[in-house]
């Protein structure tokens, strides 16, 4: 009797769980399904959802402008030389240095090769700083200077260049250099001081402003100014492929000190010919050399003189003596 109840439970509980088996898929639909599930899953990870990024501002090269990567930045003065004039209360070679250390930062930044002819207060002489750029055949040359005058009123910024390779450039970095200090804008001019006119690749020397003027002296020592300057250095070095000649060109400025806008066109800047002027620093040399063969020519003249003098004496005295022994 219990065989038989034992026997009957079992077949009710074969009906109840058969519908329950029977809900769950076959096996091999259910490979299926994870088969498909896993393929979404990697076409998922495949193909990431796009992610939508802001449009920067941060300033960058614009198409076509690097073709040179290298620039070598010259820190006027130096050393002993300490630039401006006498009387100066700040010192050309410091601030000349620190704008330079800035730019090369910036250039940095922006994915150059930067060479300095000097990093520290040391002198370096005009030949060496020369030989420096010129040993860079793919490269610019940008020389940092500040101005100097005993007319305390002079103020504004000024570029020069030398040969007709180096105007672009000139034309780029006074654009941005002028457009962007609250000084006046002397213009771009063409000089030949020695290290533009000796260097075999694009050159320009900026002059950042007047040491001897209160207000652009108050500037300079303003760490953030200097920051700008080298800002608005940079930004003329990236876009100087962009320089064409077009009348009445604009300048956007960017409302941040540390971007820019897209890149524009820059229009050629005007320029000052002053070739005609002498390089100050040749020029000194020259006037201690002609001062020095001068001095010997007068000296020169001058004994010349006293033995003709004297050998004219010596003649006169001779012939009243003959003159003398005939009458007696």
Known sequence: MRKNLFVFGLFLAGFSIAPRMHALPAPSSLSERERLANASANTARATPTPIVVARSRTARAPEGSRQTTTVVIDAGHGGHDRGGIAGQRVDEKTMNLDVALRLRSVLQSYGYRVVMTRDSDVFIPLGTRVAIANSYRDAIFVCIHFNATPRRSASGIETYFYSSQSLPLASAIHYYVAGGAPSANRGVRRRG???????????????????TNPNEAQYAQNFAYRQKLALEIAHGIQNRASVARIPGATRIVSSSSDTTLEPETVPFQPFID???????????????????????????????????TAASTKSSTRKKKSTSQAED
């Open 274 to 308: 002053q070739t005609h002027y002498h390089d100050p620093d040749l020029s000194r040399s020259k006037h201690k050399r002609s001062s020095k063969s001068s001095s010997k020519s007068t000296s020169s003249k001058r004994q010349k003189s006293s033995s003709d």
């Open 193 to 211: 001081f020695f290290v533009l006119r000796r260097t075999t690749i694009p050159s320009v020397l900026v002059e950042c402003g007047f040491l």
